[in-house]
Protein backbone atom coordinates (compact mmCIF):
# COMPACT_ATOMS: atom_id res chain seq x y z
CA UNK A 1 0.00 0.00 0.00
CA UNK A 2 1.13 3.58 -1.31
CA UNK A 3 0.42 7.32 -0.66
CA UNK A 4 0.16 7.90 -4.19
CA UNK A 5 -2.68 10.10 -6.55
CA UNK A 6 -5.69 7.84 -6.78
CA UNK A 7 -9.06 8.06 -7.79
CA UNK A 8 -12.01 6.48 -5.86
CA UNK A 9 -15.96 6.20 -7.00
CA UNK A 10 -18.38 5.49 -4.60
CA UNK A 11 -20.95 2.98 -6.44
CA UNK A 12 -24.03 1.39 -4.66
CA UNK A 13 -27.19 0.29 -6.34
CA UNK A 14 -28.99 1.42 -4.61
CA UNK A 15 -30.15 5.78 -3.46
CA UNK A 16 -30.21 6.98 0.17
CA UNK A 17 -27.19 5.27 1.88
CA UNK A 18 -25.84 8.68 2.33
CA UNK A 19 -23.09 7.80 -0.97
CA UNK A 20 -23.15 11.43 -1.80
CA UNK A 21 -23.36 12.49 1.80
CA UNK A 22 -19.89 10.04 1.83
CA UNK A 23 -18.14 11.43 -1.54
CA UNK A 24 -18.70 14.92 -0.28
CA UNK A 25 -17.20 13.95 3.36
CA UNK A 26 -14.53 12.32 2.14
CA UNK A 27 -13.83 14.85 -0.61
CA UNK A 28 -13.88 17.67 2.08
CA UNK A 29 -11.72 15.69 4.32
CA UNK A 30 -8.85 15.10 1.69
CA UNK A 31 -8.76 18.90 0.93
CA UNK A 32 -8.25 19.18 4.42
CA UNK A 33 -5.51 17.16 4.80
CA UNK A 34 -3.73 19.05 2.44
CA UNK A 35 -4.39 17.16 -0.83
CA UNK A 36 -5.22 18.61 -3.97
CA UNK A 37 -8.68 16.86 -4.90
CA UNK A 38 -11.94 17.16 -7.26
CA UNK A 39 -14.90 15.63 -6.58
CA UNK A 40 -17.32 14.74 -9.76
CA UNK A 41 -21.18 14.68 -9.49
CA UNK A 42 -21.76 11.59 -11.51
CA UNK A 43 -25.23 11.59 -10.80
CA UNK A 44 -28.07 12.73 -13.25
CA UNK A 45 -29.73 14.30 -10.31
CA UNK A 46 -27.02 16.21 -9.25
CA UNK A 47 -27.72 15.95 -5.34
CA UNK A 48 -24.10 16.96 -3.94
CA UNK A 49 -23.88 19.17 -6.72
CA UNK A 50 -26.81 20.94 -5.04
CA UNK A 51 -25.44 20.74 -1.72
CA UNK A 52 -22.34 22.54 -2.80
CA UNK A 53 -24.12 25.52 -4.06
CA UNK A 54 -24.09 24.40 -7.87
CA UNK A 55 -28.05 23.69 -8.72
CA UNK A 56 -28.25 23.92 -12.48
CA UNK A 57 -28.34 20.38 -13.95
CA UNK A 58 -28.30 21.42 -17.63
CA UNK A 59 -26.96 24.69 -19.61
CA UNK A 60 -24.97 26.19 -22.32
CA UNK A 61 -21.52 25.65 -20.72
CA UNK A 62 -18.92 22.92 -21.98
CA UNK A 63 -19.93 19.28 -20.49
CA UNK A 64 -18.16 16.08 -20.90
CA UNK A 65 -18.92 15.81 -24.10
CA UNK A 66 -16.54 17.94 -25.39
CA UNK A 67 -14.01 16.34 -23.18
CA UNK A 68 -14.69 12.81 -23.89
CA UNK A 69 -15.59 13.48 -27.72
CA UNK A 70 -14.16 16.43 -29.42
CA UNK A 71 -11.04 16.97 -27.33
CA UNK A 72 -11.53 19.95 -24.95
CA UNK A 73 -9.05 20.50 -22.07
CA UNK A 74 -11.08 18.40 -18.98
CA UNK A 75 -9.75 21.58 -16.63
CA UNK A 76 -12.73 23.53 -18.74
CA UNK A 77 -15.24 21.61 -16.46
CA UNK A 78 -13.96 21.88 -12.91
CA UNK A 79 -15.35 24.65 -11.05
CA UNK A 80 -13.76 25.87 -7.61
CA UNK A 81 -16.03 25.41 -4.52
CA UNK A 82 -14.34 27.78 -2.27
CA UNK A 83 -14.04 24.74 0.23
CA UNK A 84 -11.01 24.06 -0.68
CA UNK A 85 -11.76 21.81 -3.30
CA UNK A 86 -12.60 21.51 -6.73
CA UNK A 87 -16.41 20.16 -8.67
CA UNK A 88 -17.56 19.24 -11.73
CA UNK A 89 -21.15 19.88 -11.27
CA UNK A 90 -23.70 17.26 -12.84
CA UNK A 91 -24.44 19.04 -16.25
CA UNK A 92 -26.48 17.20 -19.02
CA UNK A 93 -25.49 14.21 -17.71
CA UNK A 94 -28.52 11.81 -19.11
CA UNK A 95 -27.18 13.29 -23.00
CA UNK A 96 -23.60 12.27 -21.62
CA UNK A 97 -24.90 8.74 -20.75
CA UNK A 98 -27.37 8.96 -24.03
CA UNK A 99 -23.74 9.62 -26.04
CA UNK A 100 -21.84 6.89 -24.60
CA UNK A 101 -24.54 4.44 -25.16
CA UNK A 102 -24.34 4.58 -29.34
CA UNK A 103 -22.65 1.95 -30.50
CA UNK A 104 -20.26 3.82 -32.62
CA UNK A 105 -18.29 5.26 -29.47
CA UNK A 106 -15.62 2.08 -29.19
CA UNK A 107 -14.55 1.22 -25.60
CA UNK A 108 -17.46 2.83 -24.60
CA UNK A 109 -16.37 2.18 -20.71
CA UNK A 110 -12.89 3.94 -20.93
CA UNK A 111 -13.76 7.57 -22.05
CA UNK A 112 -13.60 8.85 -18.54
CA UNK A 113 -10.55 7.52 -17.68
CA UNK A 114 -8.55 7.98 -20.99
CA UNK A 115 -10.07 11.85 -21.56
CA UNK A 116 -10.53 13.26 -17.85
CA UNK A 117 -8.89 11.23 -15.19
CA UNK A 118 -5.46 10.09 -17.08
CA UNK A 119 -4.75 13.72 -17.79
CA UNK A 120 -5.48 15.55 -14.61
CA UNK A 121 -4.31 12.60 -11.49
CA UNK A 122 -1.26 13.28 -10.78
CA UNK A 123 -0.47 16.05 -12.26
CA UNK A 124 -3.22 18.65 -11.30
CA UNK A 125 -4.99 16.37 -8.52
CA UNK A 126 -4.01 13.97 -6.32
CA UNK A 127 -7.17 12.59 -5.85
CA UNK A 128 -10.46 11.91 -7.81
CA UNK A 129 -13.74 11.69 -6.31
CA UNK A 130 -16.41 10.37 -7.97
CA UNK A 131 -19.83 10.06 -6.68
CA UNK A 132 -22.53 7.92 -8.67
CA UNK A 133 -26.41 7.35 -9.47
CA UNK A 134 -27.98 4.76 -7.36
CA UNK A 135 -28.90 2.97 -9.74
CA UNK A 136 -26.26 1.65 -13.30
CA UNK A 137 -25.84 3.28 -16.26
CA UNK A 138 -22.74 4.71 -18.70
CA UNK A 139 -21.07 6.45 -16.61
CA UNK A 140 -20.95 4.48 -13.91
CA UNK A 141 -19.18 1.89 -15.98
CA UNK A 142 -16.66 4.49 -17.08
CA UNK A 143 -15.96 6.00 -12.93
CA UNK A 144 -15.16 2.36 -12.09
CA UNK A 145 -13.08 1.87 -14.83
CA UNK A 146 -11.29 4.99 -14.07
CA UNK A 147 -11.06 4.39 -10.47
CA UNK A 148 -10.49 1.11 -9.77
CA UNK A 149 -10.59 2.13 -6.25
CA UNK A 150 -14.29 2.06 -4.85
CA UNK A 151 -15.63 3.31 -1.14
CA UNK A 152 -18.97 1.19 -0.14
CA UNK A 153 -20.66 3.05 2.03
CA UNK A 154 -24.24 0.92 3.62
CA UNK A 155 -26.70 2.23 6.41
CA UNK A 156 -29.07 0.66 8.82
CA UNK A 157 -31.92 -0.60 6.80
CA UNK A 158 -33.29 -4.06 5.68
CA UNK A 159 -31.93 -3.69 2.45
CA UNK A 160 -28.63 -2.16 2.49
CA UNK A 161 -26.26 -5.40 2.69
CA UNK A 162 -28.13 -6.96 -0.20
CA UNK A 163 -27.13 -3.29 -1.94
CA UNK A 164 -23.81 -4.06 -1.31
CA UNK A 165 -24.06 -7.78 -2.64
CA UNK A 166 -25.70 -6.60 -5.32
CA UNK A 167 -23.33 -4.04 -6.21
CA UNK A 168 -20.49 -6.12 -6.12
CA UNK A 169 -22.27 -9.24 -7.87
CA UNK A 170 -23.19 -7.38 -10.70
CA UNK A 171 -20.49 -3.96 -11.14
CA UNK A 172 -17.33 -5.25 -9.62
CA UNK A 173 -17.25 -8.96 -9.58
CA UNK A 174 -17.16 -8.64 -13.98
CA UNK A 175 -15.02 -6.12 -13.79
CA UNK A 176 -12.44 -7.64 -12.02
CA UNK A 177 -12.40 -10.31 -14.96
CA UNK A 178 -10.39 -7.71 -16.42
CA UNK A 179 -9.25 -5.42 -14.17
CA UNK A 180 -7.75 -4.77 -10.66
CA UNK A 181 -10.90 -2.94 -8.92
CA UNK A 182 -10.22 -2.71 -5.09
CA UNK A 183 -12.79 -1.72 -2.46
CA UNK A 184 -10.74 0.40 0.01
CA UNK A 185 -13.89 0.86 2.60
CA UNK A 186 -16.82 -0.55 3.71
CA UNK A 187 -18.43 2.40 5.75
CA UNK A 188 -21.46 2.08 7.70
CA UNK A 189 -23.36 5.31 7.65
CA UNK A 190 -26.00 7.31 9.86
CA UNK A 191 -26.03 4.82 12.73
CA UNK A 192 -28.14 6.04 15.54
CA UNK A 193 -29.39 3.07 17.92
CA UNK A 194 -27.86 0.69 20.44
CA UNK A 195 -25.57 -2.23 19.36
CA UNK A 196 -26.04 -4.46 22.78
CA UNK A 197 -30.02 -4.59 21.45
CA UNK A 198 -31.64 -6.37 18.81
CA UNK A 199 -32.12 -3.35 16.27
CA UNK A 200 -31.08 -2.84 12.21
CA UNK A 201 -27.45 -1.07 13.66
CA UNK A 202 -26.60 -4.06 15.35
CA UNK A 203 -27.78 -6.26 12.01
CA UNK A 204 -25.83 -4.09 9.67
CA UNK A 205 -22.77 -3.72 12.37
CA UNK A 206 -22.90 -7.60 12.81
CA UNK A 207 -23.02 -8.63 9.28
CA UNK A 208 -19.77 -6.54 8.28
CA UNK A 209 -18.39 -7.54 11.55
CA UNK A 210 -18.60 -11.22 11.00
CA UNK A 211 -20.80 -12.67 8.17
CA UNK A 212 -18.82 -15.15 6.18
CA UNK A 213 -21.11 -14.69 3.33
CA UNK A 214 -20.47 -11.02 3.38
CA UNK A 215 -17.03 -11.26 3.47
CA UNK A 216 -17.43 -13.97 0.47
CA UNK A 217 -19.51 -10.71 -1.70
CA UNK A 218 -16.03 -8.79 -0.86
CA UNK A 219 -14.34 -11.35 -2.74
CA UNK A 220 -16.67 -11.52 -5.66
CA UNK A 221 -14.66 -12.46 -8.84
CA UNK A 222 -11.37 -13.36 -6.64
CA UNK A 223 -12.79 -16.94 -5.80
CA UNK A 224 -15.31 -16.61 -3.49
CA UNK A 225 -18.30 -18.29 -4.28
CA UNK A 226 -21.14 -16.08 -4.04
CA UNK A 227 -24.08 -18.48 -4.18
CA UNK A 228 -22.82 -20.36 -1.68
CA UNK A 229 -21.75 -17.62 0.54
CA UNK A 230 -18.15 -19.03 0.87
CA UNK A 231 -14.63 -17.76 0.87
CA UNK A 232 -12.02 -19.64 -1.14
CA UNK A 233 -9.82 -21.59 0.40
CA UNK A 234 -7.25 -20.20 2.71
CA UNK A 235 -9.21 -16.80 3.57
CA UNK A 236 -10.07 -16.23 6.78
CA UNK A 237 -12.89 -14.54 7.39
CA UNK A 238 -11.57 -12.30 10.12
CA UNK A 239 -8.30 -11.48 7.70
CA UNK A 240 -11.21 -9.97 5.52
CA UNK A 241 -13.17 -7.56 6.96
CA UNK A 242 -9.99 -6.61 8.88
CA UNK A 243 -8.66 -5.80 5.17
CA UNK A 244 -12.65 -3.70 4.33
CA UNK A 245 -13.86 -2.47 7.39
CA UNK A 246 -12.26 0.84 8.81
CA UNK A 247 -10.68 -0.14 12.26
CA UNK A 248 -13.25 2.74 13.78
CA UNK A 249 -16.08 0.15 12.69
CA UNK A 250 -14.39 -3.00 13.38
CA UNK A 251 -15.98 -5.12 16.01
CA UNK A 252 -14.55 -8.82 16.56
CA UNK A 253 -16.56 -12.05 17.75
CA UNK A 254 -14.91 -11.66 20.77
CA UNK A 255 -15.53 -8.10 21.27
CA UNK A 256 -19.34 -8.93 21.01
CA UNK A 257 -19.41 -11.57 23.29
CA UNK A 258 -18.30 -8.94 25.71
CA UNK A 259 -20.95 -6.42 24.61
CA UNK A 260 -23.43 -9.21 25.29
CA UNK A 261 -22.86 -10.83 28.67
CA UNK A 262 -21.82 -6.56 29.81
CA UNK A 263 -18.02 -6.59 30.46
CA UNK A 264 -18.08 -4.08 27.92
CA UNK A 265 -20.44 -0.94 27.56
CA UNK A 266 -21.51 -1.16 24.14
CA UNK A 267 -19.87 1.62 21.72
CA UNK A 268 -21.37 4.21 19.74
CA UNK A 269 -20.10 2.77 16.07
CA UNK A 270 -19.59 5.62 13.74
CA UNK A 271 -20.44 6.85 11.33
CA UNK A 272 -23.12 8.14 13.26
CA UNK A 273 -26.45 10.01 12.19
CA UNK A 274 -26.43 13.86 12.91
CA UNK A 275 -28.50 16.36 12.04
CA UNK A 276 -25.93 18.59 10.95
CA UNK A 277 -25.51 16.98 7.74
CA UNK A 278 -28.42 17.24 6.69
CA UNK A 279 -28.34 21.16 7.15
CA UNK A 280 -24.94 21.50 5.97
CA UNK A 281 -26.37 20.13 3.05
CA UNK A 282 -29.27 22.81 3.09
CA UNK A 283 -26.54 25.31 3.78
CA UNK A 284 -24.75 24.40 0.80
CA UNK A 285 -21.45 23.55 2.00
CA UNK A 286 -19.78 20.50 3.21
CA UNK A 287 -20.17 19.09 7.06
CA UNK A 288 -16.95 20.72 8.56
CA UNK A 289 -17.85 24.23 7.09
CA UNK A 290 -20.88 23.72 8.68
CA UNK A 291 -20.33 22.61 11.66
CA UNK A 292 -15.92 22.41 12.54
CA UNK A 293 -16.85 20.58 15.38
CA UNK A 294 -18.84 17.40 14.72
CA UNK A 295 -17.69 14.52 16.16
CA UNK A 296 -18.16 12.69 13.23
CA UNK A 297 -15.69 14.59 11.13
CA UNK A 298 -12.60 12.52 12.50
CA UNK A 299 -13.66 9.53 10.90
CA UNK A 300 -14.28 11.10 7.22
CA UNK A 301 -10.24 11.76 8.53
CA UNK A 302 -9.59 8.55 8.73
CA UNK A 303 -11.14 6.96 5.85
CA UNK A 304 -9.53 9.94 3.70
CA UNK A 305 -6.07 8.48 5.39
CA UNK A 306 -7.07 4.74 4.39
CA UNK A 307 -8.20 6.71 0.17
CA UNK A 308 -4.30 7.53 0.92
CA UNK A 309 -2.77 4.76 1.69
CA UNK A 310 -5.07 2.45 -0.67
CA UNK A 311 -6.50 -0.01 1.91
CA UNK A 312 -6.76 -0.33 5.22
CA UNK A 313 -3.37 -0.68 7.28
CA UNK A 314 -3.13 -3.92 8.71
CA UNK A 315 -3.42 -3.31 13.17
CA UNK A 316 -3.56 -6.66 14.52
N1 LIG B 1 -24.82 10.25 8.82
C1 LIG B 1 -25.93 10.90 8.45
N2 LIG B 1 -26.67 11.56 9.38
C2 LIG B 1 -27.79 12.22 9.03
N3 LIG B 1 -28.27 12.29 7.77
C3 LIG B 1 -27.60 11.64 6.80
C4 LIG B 1 -26.39 10.93 7.08
N4 LIG B 1 -25.94 10.41 5.91
C5 LIG B 1 -26.82 10.78 4.95
N5 LIG B 1 -27.81 11.51 5.48
C6 LIG B 1 -28.98 12.07 4.77
O1 LIG B 1 -29.67 11.00 4.14
C7 LIG B 1 -30.13 11.39 2.85
C8 LIG B 1 -29.57 10.45 1.79
O2 LIG B 1 -28.16 10.58 1.75
P1 LIG B 1 -27.37 10.69 0.38
O3 LIG B 1 -25.95 10.90 0.71
O4 LIG B 1 -28.00 11.72 -0.52
O5 LIG B 1 -27.59 9.23 -0.19
P2 LIG B 1 -27.34 8.63 -1.67
O6 LIG B 1 -26.37 9.54 -2.35
O7 LIG B 1 -26.80 7.26 -1.44
O8 LIG B 1 -28.67 8.59 -2.34
C9 LIG B 1 -29.69 12.84 2.68
O9 LIG B 1 -30.77 13.68 3.04
C10 LIG B 1 -28.55 13.01 3.67
O10 LIG B 1 -28.44 14.35 4.13
MG1 LIG C 1 -26.49 10.55 -4.17
Redesign the pocket.
Known amino acids: MTTEPRAVSIP?L???????????ALTDALARRGRETVLLDL?PEG??STGLGFPDRDGDGPDYRDVLFEGADPIELVSQTGFGFDLVPARNLEEVNRHLRREEVLRSDEQLRTHFVDPLLGETYDYVVM?LP?SRNKLTNNALVASRNVVL?V?PSAEAIHGVERTVAKLIGPLRQYMDVEILAVVP???RRRIDQDTVDRELLETINTSEAFAASLLAGRGADLEAGTLPDGESVSAVLDDHVPPFARITPEEWDRIDTGEREAPSVP????????RA?RERCPLSAYDPDCD?LEYFDELAAIVEAGGIEPTR
Open positions: MKGGLGKSTVANDHLDGPSNGLIRHRSAFTYQ
